[in-house]
Structures are given as structure tokens and as C-alpha cells.
């Protein structure tokens, strides 16, 4: 049976460094959908596991993760005179600054491998969903969240060219650059965890459309997933 929804859900998997973040922020804007960003939600999930001893960047501690996430109150927030606007709150608490560090990336990774903290996240996952019409961005929004979503996106990339984005964010945000060779290391890792988990692994949906971003500008990739949503859904 399908998931019920109050409006057309798009979703958009692919690696970390294939710009789906901004392209699927600049999606929801121009086509009026909500952005909702599964990603922060394992990251919420994976700051407060570092912060409480559950997990190291290596090693976690599965069944007080999977506690940790079914007793946690996840929300998003709107807060316009912030940057990024929409934010996540864990227990009433901001954690947005703090979840874009590699320890969070990586941590985040590992404790999205659990099943139990996927099983606890997913009734979350599909809530915000459904709430009207909505662009999940993450690594099984097609295959598991929403396999029934109107139009599905996978976005892929070089690992070189996402280790260059991935240095530019890291730049831009003032954080302690590491080298361009370590960054491509973590994605490495990252890519292989999250590939190669039991549950949920990332990988692409049958009937998603795929888009090698390599190439192309954020104007460019943006402009071509609008172009196919429209004549998907019959937007004007
Ligand atoms: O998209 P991101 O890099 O912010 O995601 C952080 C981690 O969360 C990533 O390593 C994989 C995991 N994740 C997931 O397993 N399933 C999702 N739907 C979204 C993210």
C-alpha cells in the first residue's frame, strides 16, 4: 500500500559531494515545495552520540544509538534571519552549526548504518513527507523513505570532483581546511559505509533518473531536474 501524502513528493539520493544539498534547496525554492533534508536528521542523530559517548568516528555503540533515536524529538525550524534558514532542533536545541565537521560526517555515517536508528527515523522521515508538496534529499528517499515518490532523482559525481566541492564548503566555512587528499580519503570511507550497509544501502532506485553533475554548473543541473519535474507532474 502507498504512503498517504497531501501533495507530489520528489526524491533525490546520491553520495555526499554531488551537489544535491544546493541543488535540491534551489529546486524546492523555484518550484514552491518544501526542502526537507534527511541527511541532518542522521547528523542531529549522529552530534548528539559523540556528545554523549555512543560514538567515536569509529566505532558505535548501536543499541543506546537506536535509544538515543527513537526518544529524541527531531524537529525542523524556519528561522529566516539565519543562515541556513531552516534548521534542525533536537529537545528544543539549534545543532545546525554543529553537524558539518568531519567527526559529525563520519559519526552521522555510522550510526546511520544501524537498522534500529533507521527503523526509529523512518515514521519521522515520511511525516515530514507528507505534509504537502515535498523534495526529500538522502540516500534511500526513493527506495525505502518514499518508494512511491512522483519523481525520483539519483545524483552522482568523480570522487575528485566531490573532494574539490567538498574542500570549497569546508573553506568557505572557516573550518580548519584538512588536505585535498584526506577529504578524498573521508569520502572514500563514507561512500563505502554507506554502500555497503545491510539496511538501506545508497544506491540508486529503478525508476530514478540519473545525473552526473561532474560537468555541470548548480544553474545547469537545477534547471534540468526543474525541466523534468514539470513534465512528470504537469506543472505549467
Ligand atoms: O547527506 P549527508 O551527508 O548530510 O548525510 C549524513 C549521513 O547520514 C551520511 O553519511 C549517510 C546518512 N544518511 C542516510 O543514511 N540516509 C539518509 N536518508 C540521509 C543520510
Redesign the pocket.
Known sequence: MGIPKLGPVIAIDGP?GTGKSSATRHLADVLGFIHVD???I??AVGYLSLERGIATSDRVDSVRAADLARSVHLEFRRIPQKNPANRIFADGRDLTDFIRTPEV?MA??RV?ACAEVRAALLGLQRRLGCVGKTILE????GTV?FPDADVKFFLTATVDERAKRRLVELEASGTDSPSFEDVKAQIVA?DHG?STRAV?PLKKAEDAVSIDTSTMTLDQVVKLMESIVRSRLGLS
Open positions: 555526499a534527511t541527511g541532518a542522521y547528523r560526517s552521522s555515517s546511520s538522502g540516500r534511500d528517499i523513505v563514507r554507506d538501506a
